[in-house]
């Protein structure tokens, strides 16, 4: 549904307005404590929410602007420069959405926002009541949820074996011995986006080989969330992509929607599911699921709530990012992360809240120190916090193959709705085939291709990022991340697409990543997405000055060329002569040769 509406979020009267200065104003609703931006230049007006579009922190004065243009955020300092409403920090990312400043008779003003209306309005269901068994939802491990809707079983983002982001992430909790059982016997199937810790081929790859034909849904986001399907061998025969903000009808009493997320519209969703009229909101590793703008008062809400799910600042060194640096600003991150969610929760005032899609670890014993320093919010404090502010709302921290029976939990909050596993169940994985997924990635290093250093050219070319002033140098390296005798150590400049031998005289910003060989060679061979580096902990960087490159970044985390890059093209255009002279080996860190031939 299109239908718009406005809303008036502020009103000033005549002295008011008449008392704004040229610049930065900051107001603030006398009704609902909401606050604003107005910025006045030559008499112009321009106004905005005073909240930032990444995670809703509240913006104050930059004391580093000298124009008077520009504020930061108190949560991340992103920057904003609301002349433009450009955000400048990250700079070419965001713009901020503008309200509509409308002057009244008497020389006041009022600030509007315009509303659309809320799909799941559409075609509205009154609850009915549920009978105790009717409606069950099951914690199988991380973001995977079994969903029992009358005769319908509905699974949420099914990873249960392997690891996620190269050899990053693996599994916290032990999945329920039948998971997989559980999963080929789904009726249909939920995917939220493409991270591998929510679209899990190794687990689709098993699902195939039972069920190639099971329905799964996903949102129709510009980067398709099955992209790399044909890739992967995986056979899947029923995969829907469904538009937002329309109810899909399964049956007579189930129905579902599938919303975007407004910081990552490329790749996030969230969904809503109704059955019989009783609504189940998950909104997955939304930042701003649907803009902000979300149901209340739902029987069941679930949402991602650890933190942790990035490099930064874990993998970074030089300039500030020292050990004592990293530690406070991941605790304050993790307090910051904590009250936004818990925030969100009150707002919305589901009956039933469960924080999930946190539970990975990084096991591999040679990211010992990410494991150590990156610290994650627990689903217990979490839920403290909640009921501390909001009493009247249920938390449920799950354990796999807990159970809810939603009847139960809505006929009196006394009645013990939810089924623990049996007494002795294992929680926590002890043991996760590392040899097995790892010597599968390295298996790139020998390569044909990475015998000819002309793959370097071909391989940037093929993702066509250019014309931005950055200069990387990308070095090969060991477990320990130390350059490797004979590995490929190269500089690219983006604003020319050359591969210089020396950084270049202009003054440019600078970073230098280095990537562990096996991942890095595994990621370019394939023309996999740069997640599985930069989120999967799989590389370290330094970088000056010490400002993030979101075009860069975003193009290499998410918008990289559907079809991968042509290798048998490439081996057909290498000279003969390069074939002969190029190094055929590459020293490993004890001197030993990984052979490429």
Known sequence: ??????????????????????????????DDGKCYIIYKENGELKACKNQCKHQGGLFIKDIED??????????????????????????????????????????????????????????????????????????????????????????????????????????????????????????????????????SYPTLKSLSATRPDVPIYVGDTSRPVFWMLEKSQVQLTNINVVPFGIWQNIDEHLRFMILKDEVHPEMDTCIIVEYKGHMILNTVDCTRPNYGRLPHNVDLMMSDFAGGASGFPMTF????????????????????????????????????????????VEAHPSDRYIKETNTKNKAEELNALIKKSAPGITTWTPKPGAVLDLALALMSPSRKAITDPPSGTNIYKDSWDFDLYVDELNRAITAEIFKHK????????????????????????????????????????????????????????????????????????????????????????????????????????????????????????????????????????????????
Not at 1 to 30: C, H, R, W, Y
Not at 108 to 122: H, M, R, T, Y
Not at 485 to 498: A, H, I, K, T
């Open 454 to 597: 002309s793959w370097i050219q071909f391989y940037y070319n093929w993702a066509g990022f250019k014309n931005y002033d950055l200069v990387v140098r990308v070095i090969e390296t060991d477990e320990d991340f130390i350059p490797i005798d004979n590995g490929y150590n190269y500089l690219v400049d983006f604003m020319d697409l050359s591969f210089p031998t020396q950084r270049p005289t202009r003054e440019h910003p600078y970073e230098e990543i280095k990537n562990r060989i096996g991942v890095m060679r595994h990621v370019v061979k394939n023309g996999l997405l740069w997640d599985d580096l930069y989120i999967g902990f799989q590389n370290r960087l330094s970088r000056e000055p010490d400002v993030y490159h979101h075009r860069f970044w975003n193009h290499f985390q998410t918008e990289l060329p559907v079809a991968g890059p042509d290798w048998d093209l490439f081996l057909q255009q290498v000279p003969s002569y390069q074939r002969s002279a190029e190094p055929q080996g590459i020293q490993t860190k004890s001197g030993s040769a990984c052979t490429l031939s």
């Open 66 to 199: 000298l124009d008077g243009r520009t504020v930061r955020c108190t949560k991340h300092y992103w920057k904003l420069n609301v002349s433009t409403m450009q955000y400048v920090n990250p700079p070419d990312s965001f713009t901020q959405d503008e309200l509509d400043v409308v002057k009244t008779d008497d020389g006041g003003l009022q600030l509007e926002e315009v509303i659309a209306w809320d799909p799941w309005s559409v075609d509205p269901q009154e609850p009915q009541e549920l009978q105790e068994g009717e409606v069950t939802v099951t914690y199988l491990t991380h973001a995977c949820m079994e969903l029992q809707l009358g005769g319908k079983k509905m699974i949420f983002d099914p990873w249960l074996t392997g690891p996620a982001f190269a050899r990053g992430w693996w599994l916290l909790h032990e999945p329920p011995a039948d998971s997989m059982e559980r999963l080929c016997m789904a009726d249909l199937i939920y995917i939220s986006h493409m991270h591998s810790d929510h679209l």
């Open 1 to 30: 549904m299109t239908a718009q509406s406005s809303k008036t979020v502020l009103s000033l009267d005549s002295e008011a307005v008449f008392s704004l200065k040229d610049g930065i104003n900051f107001k603030k609703s006398p």
């Open 317 to 360: 060194s030089g300039g500030k990012y020292t050990e004592s640096w990293k530690a406070d600003f991941i605790k304050n991150e993790r307090k910051k992360l904590m009250n936004y969610k818990a925030q969100l929760v009150k707002s919305l005032q589901p009956k039933i809240y469960c924080p999930f899609a946190g539970y990975f």
